[in-house]
């Protein structure tokens, strides 16, 4: 450089000035890049806990926030693709999964086995890696349900805590948590950017939610687009029933899964379910975030539900389909009256519902004293049960204090269909919705929801979602004995089919692994 810096000043040399120019800004990429290489440490994995036969690196640097990312490739049109080519770029490859290629189970459970394995032989950068260990999981809700499922019933020594990237259409979950409703940016700098809010994000417990479904098995079905029983990812068959449940006999099917923002039934379930079908039919027409959100407002005023009294029979009212009981913290099953006219129910466990709306908003003083109701924490172990008349009860959302028809708060609910007028109706969990057939005899569809434990999200300072154990909460006080009893209930009721998902097998401590030199 003060070479060139002499021969500018002496002959007035343009080609040496354009040379110190080029120089001069090759510097500042190079330090740059450098600072980057500095910073993208703090994520990375190395090669020898992902892929067996790896020689390990001779200077090992503990990562303060190593993370596994899983990517929905299909998930926002062509962005789903771009950022996983992104993420490869700037992380250790084999620790950013494409969904469509690769379990998440199974990536889990390989990972984990390989950690204890080099924890048992002394491997001080495993066991902090497994400390430390984050998760970025990129798609919609469902794909955010996904993993969620995987982590509670792999039951891992150290379970990770997630952060999602937004590439659905709704986006609930991640706008609860604080990352976001729109689509991301795919270029390095974003990526980088988001992956330090994931390494100073705080953690967070939320409540899960068992759903068992059983039903006998359908003989003949529709030819919609999507098939009767083409149920959700979250949703998994289980052939074994409770010896004690009265539809222990043949011919039933039994399904389980979780969520962990929402169930709904009617109304909404429906819009979606058409939305779904018409993706399914013609999926060139929907890679886009904001022709899609177009698309399921103009599915919900085709199908009438602006005037559903007068262009819906009363068949499809859920007073008219269901009888719902639920059950508070220790007590007993109630009958819950719905009003007649309520046509859409959603079970709520996050405050983020219908692209980022809180159906249940914050009760006044004199409804939390009269009713009995609390704001909705997330992890209370109590649900919110809202109901909507019809598309403009729903926009009431819109207004500052806005909510549905609060109906109830429980730990469990359960739904019992018999027959009746509707042939059908339509379900849905996390943004995954399913036509659901109803007895045609005199047969019975149970849908039981129940509160399953506790897992651990990631949270930024824009976070909606609130902790019964924040200081101003006034339940706080009262929320480990509440904790206590739910335990205790659970083990007294604990039966096969409720004590996982169904979405992994439990991950086990490998055979040969030391587990006095490990602990």
């Given at each position: ?28 990429v190079?330090?740059?890049d ?21 020689d ?20 926002g ?25 690769k ?20 491997d ?34 150290h ?48 409540d ?5 479904m ?7 079905g529709?030819?919609d ?32 899964g ?13 819009i ?7 993706r ?20 919900g ?6 005037c ?5 029979p ?46 249940w908003g ?15 924490y ?10 909507f ?11 500052p ?72 909460s ?23 089919e ?10 086990k401590?490998?055979h ?8």
């Amino acid at each position: 450089m003060e070479f060139l810096n002499r021969i500018s000043v002496r002959s007035g040399n343009r080609l040496a000035s354009h040379i110190h120019s080029f120089l001069a800004k090759s510097c500042d990429v190079m330090v740059g890049d450098m600072k980057s290489e500095d910073k993208l440490r703090d994520f990375y994995i190395p090669n020898y806990m992902l892929v067996s036969g790896t020689d390990m690196p001779k200077f090992k640097i503990v990562p303060s926030c190593p993370v596994m990312v899983f990517v929905n490739a299909k998930s926002g049109g062509q962005i789903g693709g771009e950022l996983l080519l992104t993420y490869r770029s700037l992380l250790n490859e084999n620790q950013v999964i494409d969904l469509g290629k690769k379990a998440p189970d199974k990536v889990l459970h390989t990972l984990y086995v390989t950690l204890e394995t080099l924890k048992s032989s002394g491997d001080v950068l495993a066991a902090e890696i497994q400390k430390r260990l984050r998760i970025i999981v990129a798609g919609g809700d469902g794909t955010v349900g996904w993993l969620l499922s995987v982590v509670s019933d792999l039951k891992l020594p150290h379970p990770p805590p997630i952060a999602p990237v937004p590439l659905g259409t709704g986006n609930n979950i991640h706008f609860a948590f604080g990352w976001g409703k729109k689509n991301p940016f795919t270029d390095h700098q974003s990526v980088l950017t988001f992956l330090n809010q994931v390494k100073t994000a705080k953690e967070m417990n939320i409540d899960s939610w068992h759903i068992i479904m059983r039903m006998r098995s359908p003989t003949k079905g529709s030819c919609d687009p999507i098939a009767p029983l083409e149920l959700p990812h979250s949703l998994h068959a289980f052939h074994r029933v409770s010896q004690t449940e009265t539809l222990n006999m043949e011919g039933y099917q039994t399904f389980r899964g979780g969520f962990w923002n929402y169930f709904s039934m009617g109304m909404d379930a429906q819009i979606s379910y058409d939305f779904h079908a018409q993706r399914k039919l013609h999926a060139e027409k929907f890679k886009n975030q904001l022709v899609n959100q177009g698309t399921y407002l103009k599915l919900g005023c085709t199908q009438g539900w602006f005037c559903a009294s007068l262009s819906h029979p009363s068949s499809r009212n859920i007073a008219h389909q269901t009888k719902i009981k639920i059950m508070k913290r220790q007590g007993q099953w109630e009958d819950l009256l719905i009003p007649r006219s309520i046509r859409s129910i959603v079970c709520l466990n996050l405050p983020s519902f219908s692209g980022g709306l809180d159906p249940w908003g914050k009760p006044n003083t004199k409804k939390v004293q009269y009713r009995d109701l609390t704001p909705p924490y997330v992890d209370d172990g109590l649900i919110e049960i809202v109901g909507f008349r019809d598309a403009w009860h729903g926009l009431i959302l819109l207004a500052p204090k806005g909510h549905g028809t609060r109906l109830a708060q429980a730990n469990r609910i359960r739904f019992e269909f018999c027959k009746g007028a509707a042939e059908h109706t339509f379900m849905r969990i996390d943004g995954e919705p399913w036509k659901q057939p109803l007895p045609a005899d005199d047969d019975t569809v149970v849908v039981e929801i129940s509160h399953f434990g506790q897992v651990n999200m990631l949270a930024t300072p824009l976070n909606r979602s609130k902790s019964v154990n924040e200081p101003m909460s006034p339940v706080s006080s009262h929320n480990e004995d509440d904790d206590s009893n739910d335990e205790e209930y659970e083990d007294a009721e604990d039966t096969e089919e409720r004590r996982k998902f169904g979405a992994s097998d439990t991950f086990k401590i490998p055979h040969g692994v030391d587990i006095a030199r490990r602990s």
